[in-house]
């Protein structure tokens, strides 16, 4: 289960790397009007899992993500170096954003951020939070959702 949605989720980063989009400040690449989207996970975290597959599953709002966020998985037990995070780890960037529990949704604009979900919720609760940061932050939601 853990194999197909990390291959799902690195299909998504393929697709969005082939769509142009790059990452915002605090990475290596930047957008400066992107609104970044931060998924920290860990392996055999079952809710992590559980998030992920059901992004996969709505079909609008996965199209809503890709077309309005620029979106990373970190994983918080990682000290690989990251690229798109100036070679820091998962680790130091779970530490930077003080994640403790995963999965943790962090929004950022312009370095800011924007919105915090710590933890797990429904998929019908967790895009209307992802909507409600971005009225809150002044960045609207895209109609035809």
């Known amino acids: 289960m853990h194999a197909q949605i990390f291959l799902f989720t690195r299909r998504f980063f393929v697709q969005l790397s082939l769509a142009g989009l790059f990452l915002l400040p605090g990475f290596a690449r930047a957008e400066t009007q992107a609104v970044q989207l931060i998924l920290f996970i860990q392996p055999a975290c079952p809710w992590c899992d559980k998030l992920e597959k059901d992004l996969a599953e709505h079909p609008d709002f996965k199209r809503y993500l890709e077309t309005t966020f620029v979106h990373q998985s ?3 037990r990682s000290d690989a170096p ?32 924007i919105g915090r979900i710590p933890g797990y919720i429904e998929p019908k609760d967790y895009q209307s939070v992802i909507y409600q940061f971005m009225e809150e932050a002044g960045l609207g939601v895209k109609s035809g959702l």
């Open 82 to 113: 990251l690229a798109d995070f100036a070679e820091q780890s998962g680790r130091q960037v779970a530490k930077m954003h003080r994640v403790r529990i995963t999965p943790t949704t962090i929004l950022l604009y312009q370095g800011e951020t």
């Open 74 to 76: 970190v994983d918080i």
